[in-house]
């Protein structure tokens, strides 16, 4: 039996991955939009199509802590949240890259409060950039599926052991109805087969996890865990590769259109990139020569990818979903900024902060944007960043 | 009950204790450090089939310097507010991992560790949403009545009238203003199975509470009275007299939560003032007889409502 394409829900992809996995311990706390990927899961348990316990925390701190305990103890650990529910188990995301766990979260993605809004953006992912995650954006629901089965098999490798995020836009993606091709039990099976931890909590080989470490070992820890965060980049790749032999879909750190002769290149993540692909698209077809990004790879950070890529064009214009308050532009353009900045040739970088909070940015917003970049490096009036759309 | 742990609570001695150290020595306890006493009996009882999730803390910091461990049995630390998630994570694993067949069906103790403060002030919410899911664990505060290893801060158990270096006693205000939090009521009021306050200066009821806890299927919380003589000014090797004072005065009750039923394990028949127990240490120097009278009251009252709850007085 092979794989079959389903319409589902892309949380139910979702959880339909996180069942495929045969994960061992759930432990999720409801918070809107990730509300349904934790509803089904728990169904699954009910039903006994997934064997697994699952955990009704308290809260979403104690939803890590508890992947934490389990994933220590050698189980292959799931839980999935949005917005406060990371910011507030932010700590022990630190810990569990800290403590190597490979752990696998589903980020349904929603803007940070206040005001309070359950709506869709950037900011939540953002607010934990340097927690140590292996940090993954899908686009659309066919991706969140996948995403959500390599995760594990990255993370898992004994080569990263390191714990992985999928993140997915809140409602645009995680609620719509999508046709998504999804592998059989034993075509998951095959792929990913049943964890079996190099060092776990137990009797039969005790071991101590989480020592504290005085200054004159943690910059050495640090280090380490830098580096071989950075290492996990190669199985990243190789575990695409073999994805796409078995399974025929192409996955790259950042997937690029139209950008080997672009005069500018439009960088996006997630799923405004399907709108952006219509909008560049529309532009090409008017003989304007423009690019797309979309990013996939968040950390590590595809840095040799972002200089051969974007560098290509002499204008790139940055669409961020998110706002670093009192900051000097939006993070994923201050990080491809960084990038550039000891290169002899780099490209212009024009930050636009749209689509804050859910807020539709369509195909004539993408072109608008487009026009204005263009027309302030013509200037040469490049701002730190501007915020699109936005009434003054 | 293991007949092996029933021989060992009759004609209770110290010869009859286990020889085997699962909590080693050489770790970084203060002198007279009650807690690390402790932990070292806990060890003894539940043996080495146990697995530790331990709460930022003193018991943590004096035995988990990197590269080095007390710990002969699996342990783990991960935050302050959280060993209670993380010990529930473990029995999770354990759980799914043995039914699926992944590791091999036994019996296998998990702890969730935490001081006064990891347990009762920023350790509840995950201590309540535990205890209420009903985890297979063993829960144990072990209380020294203040956050000791960040420099002697109080906390939610610190009782009144304790100077701090966060209650300090000034001109206007005389040390900790309020009274001690109630936590084993707290826990107790989850109807777990298993409740229990136990002290170190009595061995022989904190055995046999730990083995009742370690038999217990389902949630068990051990709150235990464990003197710092560094935080509670008083000479190292005071420490266990202090807390047999403490039960003699009436300051801490030892007693039982059985499948809902309370029985005083203790009995003092002739409580001393909580006088003589407050005088003995540095951390109550500044109170007057009046302030003591006042705590005197308040002991009373509470003694003679363990008594009635307990079904000691009519």
Redesign the interface.
């Known amino acids: 039996m092979g794989s079959k394409r389903v319409s589902l829900e892309v949380s139910e992809v979702c959880a339909e991955a996180v069942r495929l996995a045969d994960v061992d311990v759930v432990a999720a706390y409801p918070i809107t939009p990730q509300t349904h990927i934790a509803e089904v899961l728990s169904e699954m348990v009910a039903d006994g199509v997934l064997d697994a316990e699952y955990i009704n925390v308290e809260s979403e701190h104690s939803a890590m802590s508890c992947c934490i305990g389990a994933s220590a103890a050698g189980a292959r650990s799931f839980t999935a949240t949005s917005a406060q529910g990371l910011a507030l188990m932010s700590e022990m995301l630190y810990i569990a890259s800290g403590l190597r766990l490979p752990i696998v979260m589903a980020l349904v993605t929603r803007t940070l409060s206040a005001p309070l809004s359950i709506w869709g953006d950037y900011s939540d992912i953002m607010s934990v950039r340097d927690c140590g995650w292996i940090t993954l954006f899908a686009e659309d629901g066919q991706e969140v599926f996948d995403f959500t089965l390599q995760a594990f098999r990255i993370a898992e490798d004994e080569r990263v052991l390191f714990p992985a995020m999928v993140c997915m836009d809140g409602f645009h993606l995680s609620h719509v109805l999508e046709p998504v091709d999804v592998i059989s039990e034993e075509e998951a099976r095959d792929f990913l087969p049943v964890y079996r931890p190099k060092y776990r909590l137990h009797p039969s080989d005790p071991v101590s996890m989480g020592c504290f470490a005085m200054p004159d070992y943690f910059s050495e820890i640090k280090k380490r865990q830098d580096e071989e965060l950075k290492g996990s980049y190669p199985v990243i790749l190789e575990v695409w590769r073999e994805w796409e032999e078995r399974f025929g879909r192409r996955y790259a750190p950042l997937m690029s259109y139209w950008v080997d002769d672009a005069e500018m290149i439009l960088v996006i993540a997630g799923g405004y990139a399907g709108t952006a692909r219509l909008a560049v698209e529309g532009m090409r077809k008017r003989g304007m020569k423009v690019g797309l990004v979309s990013w996939k790879l968040w950390r590590p950070f595809p840095l040799d990818d972002v200089r051969e890529i974007l560098g290509k064009a002499p204008l790139v214009l940055v669409v961020d979903r998110a706002l670093s308050v009192g900051g000097a532009g939006g993070p994923i353009a201050n990080e491809i900024r960084a990038a550039f900045y000891h290169e002899k040739v780099r490209p212009q970088v024009v930050s636009m902060v749209a689509g804050l909070s859910g807020r539709d940015v369509l195909q004539r917003d993408f072109e608008a944007m487009t026009k204005r970049a263009m027309e302030l490096a013509e200037r040469g009036e490049i701002p730190y960043y501007e915020m699109y759309g936005v009434r003054e | 009950m293991s007949e092996e742990r029933a021989q060992l609570l009759k004609g209770f001695t110290p010869k009859k204790l286990p020889r085997e150290e699962y909590f080693g020595p050489g770790h970084r306890a203060c002198q007279g450090c009650a807690p690390a006493v402790m932990l070292r009996h806990l060890l003894k009882v539940l043996g080495?089939?146990?697995?530790v999730?331990t709460a930022t803390g003193c018991a943590?910091?004096i035995s988990?310097?990197?590269?080095?461990?007390a710990?002969?049995?699996?342990?783990?630390?991960?935050?302050f507010?959280?060993a209670?998630?993380?010990?529930?994570?473990?029995?999770?694993?354990?759980?799914?991992?043995m039914?699926?067949k992944?590791?091999p069906k036994e019996r296998?103790y998990v702890v969730s560790l935490a001081g006064d403060g990891g347990t009762a002030d920023i350790g509840l919410?995950?201590l309540?949403?535990?205890l209420?899911?009903g985890h297979d664990c063993i829960f144990i505060c072990y209380d020294n009545e203040a956050y000791m290893n960040t420099g002697i801060q109080r906390s939610g158990l610190t009782p009144f009238g304790a100077s701090t270096t966060t209650s300090p006693a000034g001109r206007i205000f005389k040390g900790q203003r309020t009274w001690k939090k109630d936590i084993a009521a707290i826990a107790a009021a989850h109807h777990i199975p298993y409740v229990a306050t136990a002290c170190v200066s009595y061995m022989k009821d904190m055995y046999a509470k730990m083995i009742k806890a370690a038999d217990t299927r389902g949630p068990s919380f051990l709150h235990i009275l464990a003197p710092c003589p560094t935080g509670w000014r008083c000479p190292p090797d005071m420490a266990i007299e202090i807390g047999r004072m403490a039960v003699q005065s009436g300051m801490f009750h030892l007693y039982e939560v059985e499948n809902g039923v309370k029985r005083l394990t203790v009995k003092v028949k002739e409580r001393i003032p909580v006088k003589e127990y407050i005088r003995a240490q540095g951390r109550f120097r500044h109170l007057t007889d009046e302030d003591i009278e006042e705590i005197q009251r308040r002991v009373d009252e509470e003694y003679e409502r363990l008594l009635r709850e307990a079904g000691e007085m009519a």
Do not use: D, F
């Open positions: 080495p089939n146990t697995v999730a943590e910091i988990s310097p990197y590269p080095q461990t710990w002969k049995i699996p342990w783990i630390h991960s935050a507010e959280n209670a998630a993380t010990a529930a994570g473990i029995e999770a694993a354990y759980k799914a991992l039914r699926k992944r590791i296998i919410q995950a309540s949403g535990a209420e899911r």
